[in-house]
Structure formats: C-alpha cells, structure tokens
DNA sequence: GTTCCAACATTTTTT
DNA sequence: ATGTTGGAAC
C-alpha cells in the first residue's frame, strides 16, 4: 500500500494533497473486492430480494440526482445500503470512489456493517463512509496548509487539532476578558452559541448580516475574527471548521475541488432533512461532478431546526437539481395501523411539507392510548404500573374489559355447585381474592369496582377471551419512555427507584464526559506519559491539595524556564523553589506517586487494571468520593460506581496505554447493558430507534410544545415541535401510550398546564381514552390509598376538576364525542377501600349510579344508609357513592 | 487557598 | 427546586 493510499483511508494519516486522477488510482483501493469487469453480467443480485416496489425504484434509479423521501420505519437504511450494494455489484463504482455521509459515528457503523452484510464479505477500502466531520477532517488533513490567518503569514498544519465544546470555550473566555466585556453580561456560552450558528449558516466573520452585528456586546463578528485568527495560531480547528475549511479550499482551489468533484462519483446522504447551510453547500459543491446524488430523509422528521438544520433544503431538493427523481417510501414495516393513523393525524397539520402519508402492512392492533394525570408524580406512577403490566404479560387493555378474577369466581361457583355447596358472594370472593393477590392495592381497587359495577357477566364472557397481543409479555427491553426535556426524567427515575423497575437513561451526559471519569482518565494520562502537562494540570489540585491557581502559574512558569513537561516543572520546583512548606509537602507527594505509578506501569507485573485501582486510591481521589458520600453528598455513591466501571472496563485492553487510546479515538457510550432495562429518554434521542412499547408523558401545552421553542421561532417552531410528536408516535410497534398532567413544577413553581395542542389533533378515531386513576375519585376521598397520598395530598378536589374546565379539555371532550372521557366526576368507578377513604358522612349529598342523588342517613362500616330521591332509602356500599 | 454565599438560568445535541 | 458560577469572606 503506498504513502498516498495510507493517507486515504486512514483518518489520521497526513500526506500530501491528492494528485490528478492517474495519481489517485491506487486510491483507498487496498483491497477492492469487486472490481467491474467482474461484477458484469451477473444474475440478478439476491439482495434485491424482498424489497417493495418504492425501495426497488430508489436502488435501481443509479444514476442522476435522487431524493428518496423515506418515511418513518419504511426501510428507508436498507434501501440505502443496498443501494451501495447495488452500485458495487453493477460495477458503477468502486469502493472508494463512493460518498456516504452521515450524522452520527453510530449511523455510519451501522451502514458499513449492513453493506458488508449484504454483500456477504466485509467490505475493505470504502473510506469514505462517515459523517460530515470526520469525512472532512479527511479532507482537511491533507489540506491545512490552504487554511491561513487573515495576514497569510500563519497557516493550518496538517495535525491540527479539534477543539472540543470546554477548549472552545475557554478560549473564548480569554478572548472576552482580552477584550475587556463583562462576562457576566455577556456569557461566553452566549458567543460560542452565536459563533456555532453563523458557521452553521457558512457565514465567515465578514459576512455575518449587519442586523447580528450587534448580537453580542456590539461586537460579535470582531470577537469572531479574533477568535478564528486565535484557532490558526494554535493549529487548531472546532467542530464547524472542519466543514467550513473545506468548503473555503473547494471554493478558491479549483484544482483541488475538481479533483474531488471527479472522485466521488456516487454520493448518498443520511438524514438529509437535518443538514445545515454549511452541509449543504458542501454536498452541492462535491455533487456538481457527477451529480449522482443520493439524498435520504424525511422532511417530517426535522427536529434539529434549532441546530442548523434546514428543512427548506429537503423541501428544495427538486429545484437545486434539476430533473431529480423523487421516490416516496410510505410502507411502513413498523407500526401497526392505529399509531400509523394518529402520527399522520397530527402531521397533517403542518404546512411546510412535502407530503406523505404511511400506510401500514398490518391491519391489527390497539388505538393509541391517551390518559390525564393529577401531576407529573402520578403519570411516573401510572407508568411504572403499566410497566409492570406488560412485563408480566397482563395487558392492562385486558383488564380494563376483561377481570381473571370474574372467571375465578365463576369456576369457583362452578365447583360448589358440583359440589353440592351454596353460592358465594360473588363481592366478598373477588374482594378476597385480591387481597391475596400481590398486585398493588390501588389497583386492586380500580378493578374491582369497574368490575362490580358494570355487573354484567354475559357482556364480559363476549370479551373474556383476550386476543393474542393483549397477553403478550414485553421484555423491559422493549418498552421506551420519550420525554420532551430532561427534567421530565426525574420523576420517572425516582419512581422506577422506588418499586424496582430497572430502568437505563440514553443520551445524557456521555460516560467519558463525567466529571470524575476525566479525572480519572487524566490521572491514568499523566502516569501513562509524564509529558501530558494538560491531563497533570487537570488533577494537580483534584482532590483538593493546597495547590490551586497561584502554584500551578508557578509550576507553568518553572517548566517554561526548564524547557521541560509541568510534571517535570513540579519536581523541580520542590527541589530548589522556593514554596511554603505545606505546598512543597503536597507537591513533593504527588510528585513521588506519579514517578511511583509510573514505575508499576513500567515493570508491567502487577495488572493494569490493579495498577489504576492503586492510583486513584493512593491519590486519595476515591477517597474524596468516599468522604463526599459520608457527608451526603447524593451523587457521590453514582460517582463511585461509575469509577469502579471504568476500572472494570479496562480489563478489555491490553493495558492502560491501549485503553486511553480507545477513548480518545471513540469516546462512544454504547455500554450496551446485558440487564433487561426499560429505556428512558427524550425525543430526539429518539429518533431512528423503535419500540413495541412507547409511553409519551408531558403532552402539555407549554412544555410540549415547548414555549421556547414557539417563543423562539413561532410558527416554525410549533411546525417543528409537531414533527417531534410524529417522531415520538412512530417509535412505536404495538402500544403508544400518551399522557398529560394537571399541573406540574416548573422551576419550583406549580402551575397549571392545559393538555397540548397536539391532543387536539390527534384523530378520535384512533385514540382510546383511559380513565384517569386519581381524578376518577372525585368523590370525598382526597386520595384513595397510600400510593396515592405520597404525591397528592396537598390537592384539592375543586381545584382538580378545574383541568376539566379547560379549554383543551373541553376541545378533546367534543371531538371525542358521548363515547369519549367522562368529566372525573361523572365516571362511574368509585372507591371500595374504606380505610384509606374519608368517607361521606350522615347529612352529605350524594350520587349512586344506579339509584341517582340522595342524602346519607347512616353509617354502618363501609355501608351506608342512604334517603335517595328516587330510589328511596338503600343501604349502598360507600365505595358506589360519587359526592355530586 | 478554601469555603461559603448569592445570583442566575434552566429544551432539544452531534461532531 | 436545583445546579452552576463567580466573587467576597475567611
């Protein structure tokens, strides 16, 4: 393989800039599998197999521009890798010769194992599928030397490096302070923010419009100048550099940009709805040769507006190539009809799109499921028992019609009858039955009077036999929680904690990024290689050792004066500086460790993953931990689990050095948990991933969709949150559950929020309205048992009812018609469970569902005596009386 | 150099 | 409510 092949496919490679195409024929071909010649006159490929006739079209249309619109769960990955497949095998191109850009280092993996996968060899030499920034850190690597400061006097080198989003903000940092605005005014996150999104847009310092100027502290284009001319001098690039460079190269070096024009001569896109300007110029310059271009996506599928993302690029695509051909992929492989029909019923509500609709392959399944809750505490709650539901394979649908406990009763009946014994009270056995039952007693109760009061058997057998989907069991692994904003996430996780249910948190802050994992790391760093001064200033002074910023200056200075690493600095320093006797002490001792873990590294005979343990025990760095925990500190135990995981994570490598790489390179946090967990994060994590059962909490107005995001972008952002909700719904396969609640905290502040906008549009149809558990008691008690009590005591029955009252209940009332939710007042279910009950008293006004209003004369237990006007006067179990 | 307190903001997130 | 951050007090 020659110098230039290297430098090709690997992505740290540095060489000199490509040649002409002669030159580049050895090209990332180190071993190309298929060459054209062979790959001619072959039968008809097996991997074409079983695809409809939209992915069909999308494989074999190889040539000219081609937008595969590609709904939700339409296949829309596998006609893509097959595509790649396709032009492989016909012999249109090689390996190398073909572009695949991608998002996320996730999807470009995916790719590349797929089209290996149908192939059925591993595919060698395709070195140009990646996402957008390590395709152009490629590029760029190669390059650099056409990136100079404004004067032309400093230059990229081609091993720059990548800042990442704390580096970049540091030096804003001191770039503000340089620049003497007050930070507290003008945050530097503000800036990078600001920075981000001009080069989103491909907007150079002196093209930022005039009416941003001012955006931040009336100099936000200077401040970005200076912050790019910084970069150079470092030798360094952020993340939207790498794209912008390439596309300043492409714009002033012909030759270069031709050369790569010609090189690409097939390119197909990912998620094509989600580039920004900058992408999207890129993409058109490349795409300009040969213009086979591929672009996947699903203009209802844009969330990432407020990133960059353009939609109008999707939405253009016919008009930015002319003559493209446009393929609609609508069979949906995933969902079942129902949660197809509710997904579309709310998109059709958005203005800007390109239209499409899904269709289902299947014709069975449940409604989407819809459900109020008092508070956010009560939704977790709700949810965590319809977990459990699923996972012990009672389908809570089943039960909601269909009671074991009346099938008990009437094969116990049947049994005495046989026998020759009386009946049974058909209440005392089911009330017996389930109090030797484990299921929670709030539910208990919630079923058995739904049971009792329907009090009609024949109808009940008619639905008694379950269908199949209703019993079925749902491993925890196939049931997903997508919440709108983190902080959703919080009364889930408490509750799950608190009966058991294990649960994981996708996305989030990413393992590596922890704060006590980069220490960790920065220790294993500075004790593998001694010259990493970056890793050792991190953890000078973590735990806490007297030596904060003034020593560490010292220490700069002193390695600065030495010629030598800050470690070395250090030791020089203790030997001859001059420092206060507690400094030197303390510097003297980490100094010795480091040269001590060192060693033990060095003489290798004491396992590595040993070896980390010792160093952060003998740094006192888990004992930090430990002494934070004793003092309560709540996160400190996570902390300390998380190190134990990282020492246990290593035992996979070789040894320290090969682990450090590892995360430097990858950095990814797919621990894939062999635990069967239920999964819980937001939407956008969402997307691309799919669930038989997917709950939705949070459908309030406000919160989703978000008021920021309307503030912020007005209709658009309605537009693009309504998109979110389409993405939410088509997650799942079987059962979508989505819910709301009365009020919620928001910032510490309770307020009361209204059911979304988005309720509203949800086809009738297709929903199914569940009885809310808690509101459904309107009657005297303020709550019903003590799983109830923990979140609601502080709630009134008024103010309750008063969500009912609302607008968007009001809305979902009328569309849903006389068969849709009942006010909470009105419902029939009522509570049994005395003890927990504060039960009418002698005086009250009350309402039974079958003998109408009346007044309670007595108490006798949990019976009461009342005078109905009517009925007359009846003894009625407390349970069946509703305050009117 | 460390600790404590007050002010502050607080959607979504990949590279 | 909760977490982070910067500055002042110790």
């Known amino acids: 393989m020659g110098k230039l092949t290297s430098c090709l496919v690997n992505a740290q490679g540095y060489g000199s800039r490509m040649g002409g195409r002669d030159e580049s024929e050895t090209l990332g071909a180190e071993a190309v599998p298929l060459s054209r010649q062979a790959m001619a006159g072959r039968a008809p490929p097996s991997y074409l197999d079983g695809l409809n006739e939209a992915q069909r079209e999308a494989v074999e249309q190889l040539t000219g521009p081609v937008l595969m619109l590609a709904g939700a769960g339409t296949g829309k990955t596998r006609a893509l890798t097959t595509r790649i497949a396709h032009l492989l095998q016909t012999g249109h191109a090689r390996p190398d010769e073909i572009l695949a850009v991608t998002f996320t280092n996730k999807a470009a993996r995916e790719m590349k194992n797929r089209v290996g996968g149908l192939l059925g060899t591993m595919v060698e030499g395709m070195p140009w599928i990646g996402t957008f920034h390590s395709i152009c850190v490629k590029i760029l690597r190669r390059h650099a030397g056409l990136i100079t400061d404004k004067a032309g006097t400093r230059h990229l080198k081609t091993n720059f490096t990548i800042l990442d989003t704390d580096d970049q903000l540091r030096l804003l940092k001191q770039l503000i302070q340089a620049a003497h605005i007050d930070e507290r005014r003008w945050p530097a996150r503000m800036l990078a923010r600001l920075i981000e999104g001009w080069k989103n847009r491909a907007l150079n310092p002196d093209k930022v419009p005039a009416s941003e100027a001012n955006a931040y502290s009336d100099n936000g284009p200077g401040l970005y100048e200076a912050y790019q001319e910084r970069l150079v001098t470092l030798n360094a690039c952020d993340f939207g550099d790498l794209l912008l460079h390439v596309i300043h190269i492409f714009q002033h070096h012909r030759d270069v940009r031709a050369n790569y024009q010609d090189w690409f001569r097939f390119i197909l896109v990912d998620e094509y709805q989600d580039t920004n300007v900058a992408q999207y110029l890129w993409l058109r310059r490349l795409a300009q040769g040969h213009r086979n271009i591929c672009c996947v996506g699903d203009d209802d599928q844009s969330i990432y507006g407020w990133r960059g993302a353009e939609v109008g690029n999707i939405l253009r695509f016919e008009k930015d190539f002319p003559g493209a051909k446009v393929v609609r992929l609508e069979q949906n492989y995933r969902s079942t009809p129902h949660i197809l029909e509710a997904a579309n019923g709310i998109i059709v509500h958005n203005r800007e799109r390109l239209g499409k609709s899904l269709q289902s392959v299947s014709d069975t399944g449940h409604k989407v499921q819809l459900i109020g809750h008092w508070d956010a505490e009560e939704e977790a709650r709700w949810v965590g028992e319809r977990i459990e539901d699923h996972h012990a394979g009672r389908s809570p649908e089943a039960r909601n019609r269909y009671n074991p406990r009346l099938q008990d009763f009437r094969q116990e009946q049947e049994r005495r009858t046989k026998a020759g014994l009386g009946p049974i009270n058909q209440q005392e056995f089911i009330r017996q039955s389930f109090e030797s039952d484990q299921v929670s007693r709030d539910l208990k109760t919630r079923n058995l009077v739904t049971e009792l009061q329907k009090n009609e058997p024949e109808e009940l057998d008619m639905r008694a036999a379950p269908r199949a989907c209703e019993v079925q069991k749902f491993s925890l692994d196939e049931i997903a929680i997508l919440v709108r904003a983190g902080h959703q996430m919080r009364a889930f996780e408490d509750r799950f904690l608190a009966i058991g249910l294990p649960y994981r948190v996708i996305g989030g802050p990413r393992f590596y990024e922890r704060m006590e994992i980069r220490d960790a790391m920065a220790y294993f760093r500075a004790a593998v290689s ?125 040894n320290l050095q090969g682990f450090l790489e590892h995360v430097s390179l990858i950095m990814d946090n797919d621990t894939e948990d062999a635990a069967e967990k239920v999964s819980i994060m937001t939407l956008h994590a969402a997307k691309g991933l799919e669930f038989p059962v997917i709950f939705l909490p949070g459908w309030e107005d406000g919160l989703f969709p978000s008021q920021q995001s309307m503030d912020e972008r007005g209709m658009g952002g309605v537009e693009e949150e309504r998109r979110l909700a389409y993405v939410g719904i088509t997650r799942a396969e079987e059962c979508c559950t989505i819910s709301f609640a009365a009020r919620r905290r928001i910032y510490g502040q309770w307020q009361s929020t209204l059911p979304s906008r988005f309720i509203d549009e949800l086809p009738a149809e297709h929903v199914e309205m569940l009885t809310p558990p808690a509101l459904d008691r309107g009657g005297f008690g303020t709550a019903s048992s003590a799983n109830t009590l923990a979140g609601s005591d502080l709630a009134g029955n008024a103010s309750r009812a008063d969500v009912y009252n609302s607008p968007g209940w009001r809305r979902l009332q009328a569309r849903l018609g006389p068969h849709g939710p009942r006010r909470p007042y009105e419902a029939e279910s009522v509570i049994i469970d005395s003890e927990a009950v504060s039960s009418p008293g002698p005086g009250d006004r009350v309402f039974h569902q079958k003998f109408g209003y009346g007044t309670v004369i007595a108490i006798e237990g949990d019976k009461l005596e009342v005078a109905f006007e009517k009925a007359g006067i009846k003894k009625v179990l407390a349970g069946f009386v509703t305050s009117p």
């Open 530 to 654: 001694p010259d990493d001064g970056l890793a050792f200033e991190r953890i000078v002074n973590t735990p806490k050792r007297g030596l904060g910023d003034k020593t560490r200056q010292i220490i700069h200075i002193a390695a600065r004066e030495n010629g030598v690493s800050l470690l070395e600095g250090a030791r020089i320093l203790v030997a001859e500086g001059d420092l206060a006797p507690k400094v030197r002490t303390a510097l003297r001792d980490l100094c010795e460790g480091f040269a001590r873990w060192h060693g033990l590294i060095r003489a290798d005979d004491l396992a590595h993953k040993e070896i980390a343990a010792q160093i952060l025990e003998e740094s006192g760095y888990t004992d930090y931990w430990q002494e934070m925990a004793a003092r309560k500190d709540i996160k400190a135990a996570g902390r300390l689990e998380n190190l134990k995981e990282l020492i246990d994570a290593l035992e996979q490598f070789e």
